[in-house]
């Protein structure tokens, strides 16, 4: 016999909403967008530490500027100014293993590490990234140098709010031993420190990613908002094909 499709998140009546078992009217305008978040995916809300850094968490992915799930996000709305939906989708396509997708894969790594000296630990994850010649995820950043600001302000945050446990020492000392081992500054990125922080507040490693799903989607809007009164998607497609094309095209 099939078991009964059950879903534990919400649902509704004739006059009232639940979430999670709370009454929709009672969190509108008394609980945040980050703490309902937190509700969804951990099915109760936060206490205030576990508030501040959460939202600490999600604020963060919101904006990094023109990056390429911008530019695609600007291209779609331009070929398709009729569904906002879909260049929101189009950027959020984009969250792959080297922008934003990167926390799972960290997340992962700090998660699936066998217990002991954590100094080992650490060394043994980056000969073992180095041998297989894989790039260590949540370290380095092309712009950031010689340390991601970002990370600099979560890991205070954590330390201030009871979240810097092994994970976040982990993430520091994979860090550490990597630009030994590289020759050259390997800091903590953005995504480590998230990476981290996630972990130490337990979420598990497959559904980090989401994180920066759900909070670049409101950068994405705006970057529509702005390419509606000040577009730039058809100037980046003219250079791009312009510069792009044939050297000898006349």
Sequence with gaps: ????????????????????????????????????????LKGRLPDQRESLMFNAIVVTLVEHGITPSTIAARLTYFGAPEALQAAVAAGLLGMGDRFGGSIEQAARMLQEAPDGDIDEVARGIVEGHRSRKEIIPGLGHPVHKPADPRTTRLFTLAKENGFAGRHVELMELIAEEATKAYGRDLPVNATGAIAAIASEMELPWRITRGLAVMARAIGLVAHLQEEMAEPMAAEIWARAEQEAGPEDRG
Excluded: Q, W
């Design 1 to 40: 016999m099939s078991r009964k499709p059950r879903s534990k998140l919400g649902h509704s009546t004739t006059d009232h909403v639940f979430v999670r078992g709370h009454d929709l009217s009672d969190l509108i305008g008394n609980v945040s967008l980050g703490d309902v978040a937190y509700l969804e």
